[in-house]
């Protein structure tokens, strides 16, 4: 019994090394970390607390330093001394072809793993769920979606929730008047200065926003989730060897119990530059996304 | 090319069973297409524009014929500083920032304000903006008028009210056309500022509707064709009335190019 084990634990362990051999003989993204002994990692200019710049081209966030750990993981697998990580800005426009043309090795900002972008590039174990709500001012009285009726709501133009709402407002009957922002300061303004009773968006985004507010008691995120979004790092689809090394170093950082710490650092506790506190609790979505490692896209997050 | 997204319901993107339902039931179907919703939104366009271009027009001519009037008693000169000051006041603020200032600000001073809605603020602000600009188009039409027809409008024994009514205003606005042309043309194009402050025109629309559908390269051609189309239509306008306001051997008269 115990050789047999022996035997087959061996061969699992042969079995292994081969194919991480020809892993790393296959992964271009592995290969060019090995002979350059530098990697290029995607970020956003201000995505606080996902992704963002802290002055003088330094980045950090969540999802930074999430990416970090993994590249370190990475290097102390490829045996390598010292690994230079290159930081590259990103936009909403030019990250998928960044990844594609291999300018950017691991994109590590707020991209929402859809079926859509699944086609052109590989997404990483999910880590963070966005969930879209409702912001209002905290003595407004607004508890949930019913009591929008009657009431405007704003939203940015050129985003999801504007569809979202539309589509909540036909669904449910509930009337309510849409003013649009600009761009999330904005339709913030629209917010404080009373023009609208609720701003409807990504909950980090909320958060940040009322974080950096005058008076950021003065205002509550409330109400039912309006829809749920895997946000997840990116990678080349082309380079299966990379993702799975990538999402290994996931599941290794999960296993060690270092997600709870990570959010508590990035969204409840003061950050840089600035010292504000986001202040957006953990939510259900994102706990679930942690105890199941998946890379689901969006589509199957909102299936009813 | 897809075309096609234009026959796409805005709710769940499958195509609707009638493509154009805008001019029968207007914002009644429970199902528009993304075309119903850019013919609504072009008509957000027309109409922010038309307001703003009634007032910039009234208020433009207002001022421009107060700048250049003669400095003979206090009142007079009050009046000289005060559409100079207008003048200079809205041509020199960018059309954005006035759009936001009419907007967010003024309202916090002025609360009644707060009760507009939007498009009327957004047609105000374009309207000001405006009328600072045809002012001195006005004031350029009137000052390049003969001193000779002054004069004799005096000597006829004409008020000073008088003589701008029946002789200097009916020259001087005829030659002031061309360039009225393209300051109505400007405002149809600068409405599309608008869309920052929730009006849901052509600019919202082409911002949102390329995000939801990802055809970017159709939506985009279809609203600058909107655009192009609005403003060629006030050009057309602008060049009728010029031909029909035309005096054979006035000024403006002489010259047989026609309006472009």
């Known amino acids: 019994m115990k050789r047999i084990s022996m035997v087959k634990a061996g061969l699992i362990a042969t079995g292994l090394l081969l194919s991480s051999i020809n892993a790393q003989a296959a992964s271009q993204t592995l290969d060019k970390m090995k002979s350059t002994g530098a990697v290029t990692m995607g970020v956003r200019e201000s995505s606080i607390p996902m992704s963002y710049t802290t002055g003088d081209s330094r980045f950090d966030g969540y999802h930074v330093e999430i990416c970090r750990m993994i590249l370190g993981d990475i290097k102390d697998k490829l045996g390598m001394n010292t690994l230079r990580i290159n930081y590259q800005p990103v936009t909403s426009q030019n990250r998928v072809p960044l990844v594609q043309n291999g300018t950017v090795d691991i994109e590590c900002g707020t991209t929402t793993n859809n079926t859509a972008r699944a086609k052109d590039v590989g997404f990483a174990y999910t880590l963070y769920v966005e969930e879209v709500r409702i912001a209002v001012k905290a003595n407004s009285g607004i508890k949930s979606i019913a009591d929008l009726n009657g009431k405007k709501v704003a939203t940015t133009t050129g985003t999801t929730s504007v569809q979202l709402l539309r589509k909540h407002e036909r669904a449910n009957g509930v009337n309510f008047d849409e003013v649009f922002g600009k761009d999330h300061a904005d339709s913030f303004l629209l917010l404080e200065s009373g023009r609208a009773d609720a701003f409807v968006m990504d909950g980090s985004i909320l958060a940040g926003n009322i974080a950096n507010s005058k008076n950021p008691k003065d205002y509550k995120i409330v109400g039912e989730v309006l829809s749920t979004e895997p946000i997840a790092i990116m990678v080349r689809k082309d380079d299966p060897e990379f993702r799975a090394a990538v999402d290994a170093s996931i599941a290794k950082i999960v296993a060690n119990g270092n997600m709870p710490k990570l959010w508590n650092k990035w969204f409840l506790s003061p950050i840089p530059p600035k010292n504000i506190v986001v202040g957006l609790e953990l939510s259900p979505a994102t706990k679930n996304a942690w105890a199941n490692l998946n890379d689901k896209p969006a589509e199957d997050y909102n299936k009813k | ?260």
């Open chain 2, 1 to 260: 090319m897809d075309l096609g997204i234009f026959c796409k319901g805005t709710l769940d993107q499958e195509p609707v069973e009638h493509c154009f339902s805008a001019l029968f039931a207007f914002g009644k179907n429970p199902d528009p297409s993304y075309l119903d919703w850019l013919m609504k939104a072009w008509g957000w366009t027309l109409a922010v524009a038309a307001l703003g271009l009634i007032l910039a027009l009234l208020l433009g001519a207002l001022m421009g014929t107060l700048r250049t009037l003669p400095p003979e008693n206090k009142f007079n000169r009050f009046l000289v500083r005060f559409s100079t000051a207008w003048v200079e006041l809205f041509r020199n603020i960018p059309i954005l920032v006035q759009v936001f200032l009419w907007y967010h600000v003024v309202p916090a001073f002025i609360p009644v304000l707060k009760a507009f809605p939007s498009y009327l603020l957004v047609s105000i602000a374009l309207g000001f903006f405006t009328s600072a600009r045809i002012a001195e188009q006005v004031r350029a039409g009137i000052q390049s008028l003969p001193s000779g027809q002054k004069s004799a409008a005096t000597a006829l024994g004409l008020t000073t009210f008088q003589s701008y009514r029946y002789v200097i205003l009916p020259m001087a606005l005829r030659i002031v056309i061309p360039p009225l042309t393209s300051e109505s043309m400007n405002l149809i194009k600068n409405s599309s500022v608008a869309f920052a402050v929730s009006v849901p025109e052509l600019t919202l629309f082409a911002m949102q509707a390329q995000e939801e559908t990802s055809h970017g390269v159709e939506i985009y051609l279809a609203v600058t064709l909107l655009y192009a189309l609005s403003a060629f239509a006030v050009n057309r306008v602008m060049a009728y009335i010029e031909k029909r306001s035309r005096i054979p051997g006035f000024i403006v008269g002489n010259s047989e190019v026609a309006a472009h």
